[in-house]
């Protein structure tokens, strides 16, 4: 039985349905959305309930925050990317996640941001799975 | 003459003349964007050449989650919005700056990312003044 405070946290369905797993963190289960535009990674703290930052502990809040800035910092060595994007929106999946994005120039959104921008194009082939392993690599 | 980490730091012209100044925090400057379709905030750490939030400190990434977090909670607290929404992009203005920003279902952009959703529209007469008082009294 699962004790603690992750104790009946499930993953929100859409989340579910859009990105695919990648590995455990401390705090966040790391996901990848399989959307082939954009390098894009997310953070799902497992927290049942949480909807902001704010919502969970100051401890919780400085993990994420480990684990978010140790994930972007793997995604542009990976990538090589112009500029990382992180965000925590929640407008549609109101369950507490964290974007981490890999831009260039020459992406399908650049500059503007990634979020509601035309449809996802999910990987081709083993894309997504070399994707996932070069990542898991670099952690 | 300035001293220590944040000697040498000059705020981006494009911040400055899209936001005005709210307050000091202990690592940010927090400031307002002259943007009244939505209750907006930018805090923006006084680190030169810093451009992901990588590239501070792990002391200064915690300062910073610290600051923003209690940004957002107090701009939800006094806009009652429905959701906060924080990202750091930088795809134009590259000087590290974190955005804090209050969605409603009713707003120009719900349920898309403000960055980049049409033109900013400056408050009129002391609507501006009225809204960085507010959040001034609520942190």
Known sequence: MLRGLNAGFALD???????????WLGLC????MN???????????????????HDITPLDQAMLTF?????????KRVTGCTKINTGALGNIVRQLHVHVVARNEND?????PVWGH?????????DLHRFIETVKAAL
């Open 35 to 53: 959307d082939r535009r954009f390098p894009w990674l997310i953070l799902v703290p497992q927290r049942p309930g949480a909807e902001e930052i």
């Open 13 to 23: 369905a859409r989340l579910e349905a859009d990105s695919e797993p990648l590995m």
């Open 29 to 32: 289960e790391l996901r990848v």
């Open 67 to 75: 684990e978010t800035n140790m994930v972007a910092q793997a995604l």
């Open 118 to 126: 035309g449809a996802r194009e999910p990987y081709a082939g083993e």
């Open 108 to 112: 399908a959104a650049w500059p503007g």
